[in-house]
């Protein structure tokens, strides 16, 4: 799935606390030998999303001279000490409330020892001593979005209308793909608009265009979200807009094209259950039955506990004429889930495709018990029935069909048939008349003998 901005922030301040760069921030001193470098105070490494990626530096002015807590911290983040470096920090800011960059390191320091809160306090006492820092708002921006607080889109906004110290393009870009990963549930399409801001930011990066082909795709724009999806898929052909294409051509029932895309995913992530899956099931809707099952039997092998995998295995197995597998495939999930009709209707089928009807309508009766009101488990019943010669059962079960479902020729054939065998010439007559009335032709055999039976049991004229 797509990496979201908000769920790409744990990752990023770790990675950033991993690789620390120079310390922020250093001390100003006249007759220092690190001349201009050491008026400047440097925070690095410890914003939003990606920031390991997209925002190395930012140097921002400190007046007056730096107390020698706030360099000894930032000695201490660099050797991932953030325990050590806290109340050092503290003390700074106990000192000196209008210090934004001790504050913004306290932020960054509270977040690294799991104190989320206090990281957002830390982070809001930052952008209000100097509002107009882009590292300060989308760090707050951001982790406010991790704790669903309304106001993270406030400032992840004020982030895009800021200039990052570098690397300018791609902190923007994180700025506004984060802002839309905010707005996307409430504001798709302003969400939308700001993909698109950081794709003209970032023309390189598929992470924009696999967002908005996500939303377009939710709001059934399925032509906008295919041009986005392949935007994406230009610039990585691994990316998720081999799901997302594969998606919407199989909501289009566009089958061959999903295909296509999904033996693309599946050469990509071969781990995938989901793709193998997904692979299987639109060569099923081609008939490619045998491709199909092997898809599905790698699927079924990655999630064995998926049950939806192991049924959809079981009734293809029954469908390509498999019916053995079929059975087995269905008693072991019988064994496992013993109250699921379906199941046991599937079971019914199998068993009754290898003609064992006295099996079969056992199944069958368990079918309609545990669920009544299976219109087609009651038309499967009164064939295995017929079979078994049991003509009451199958007018019964064809009686309760007839109020779930509407009657069709080869129902009336059987309960003509049924009655026939009881000796019910009258009700055989009408049946198998309404058999013939429907029937079209479709059913040459069955109406070659409906027209010898009604000669033998109808008056002659």
Do not use: C
Not at 27 to 39: F, I, L, R, Y
Not at 253 to 278: D, I, M, W
């Amino acid at each position: 799935m797509l990496l979201a901005a908000v769920g790409a922030w744990s990752h990023a301040e770790a990675q950033a606390t991993e690789n620390p760069q120079s310390s922020s921030p250093q001390t100003s001193n006249q007759q220092s030998s690190s001349g201009d470098a050491a008026s400047r105070q440097t925070v690095q490494r410890k914003t939003g999303a990606n920031s390991s990626q997209t925002i190395r530096h930012t140097r921002v002015l400190e007046e007056g001279s730096v107390p020698p807590e706030l360099t000894h911290a930032e000695e201490l983040i660099q050797k991932h000490d953030s325990a050590g470096a806290e109340p050092l920090l503290r003390k700074v800011v106990e000192k000196d409330p209008a210090s934004y960059v001790a504050w913004f390191d306290l932020g960054f320091v509270e977040n690294g020892l799991g104190k989320t809160e206090e990281s957002i306090a830390a982070y809001r006492k930052s952008v209000a001593a100097k509002p107009d820092v882009f590292e300060s708002n989308l760090n707050l921006g951001l982790q406010l979005a991790k704790t669903g607080q309304p106001d993270a889109e406030q400032f992840l906004r004020a982030a895009t209308q800021l200039k990052p110290t570098s690397h300018m393009a791609e902190g923007q870009a994180r700025a506004w793909i984060s802002l839309a990963h905010v707005l996307e549930a409430t504001k798709p399409e302003e969400a939308i608009a700001a993909y698109r801001q950081a794709a003209v930011l970032q023309s390189k990066d598929p992470e924009p265009h696999l967002g908005a082909g996500l939303i377009l795709e939710k709001q059934g724009k399925y032509s906008d979200a295919e041009q986005e999806y392949k935007e994406a898929l230009a610039l990585d052909a691994s990316s998720d807009a081999l799901t997302g294409l594969s998606n919407i051509y199989m909501r289009g029932r566009r089958f061959p094209e999903a295909a296509q895309y999904l033996r693309k995913l599946v050469a990509a992530h071969p781990e995938e259950a989901g793709a193998h899956v997904q692979l299987g099931r639109v060569l099923a809707a081609e008939g490619k039955n045998d491709e199909a099952i092997a898809e599905l039997q790698v699927g079924a092998k990655l999630a064995p506990a998926d049950l939806r995998v192991q049924r959809d295995l079981a009734e293809l197995y029954s469908t390509a004429g498999k019916n053995e597998q079929a059975e087995a495939a269905f008693r072991a999930l019988i064994a496992a889930y013993p109250n699921d009709a379906e199941l046991h209707s599937g079971l019914g089928r199998s068993l009754l495709r290898q003609r064992r009807f006295p099996e079969a309508q056992q199944e069958f009766l368990a079918t309609v018990k545990m669920k009544p009101d299976l219109g087609p488990a009651w038309g499967d019943l009164a064939f295995a029935a017929s079979e078994n010669k049991d003509y009451v059962l199958t007018i019964k079960a064809l009686d309760v069909r007839a109020k779930l479902l509407p009657e069709v020729p080869i129902t009336y054939f059987l309960r003509a048939s049924a009655y026939d065998h009881l000796r019910d010439v009258k009700q055989a007559s009408v049946n198998y008349h309404l058999f013939l009335n429907t029937a079209m032709g479709k059913y040459p055999d069955q109406e070659w003998q409906a027209k010898h039976r009604l000669i033998a049991i109808e008056p002659k004229k």
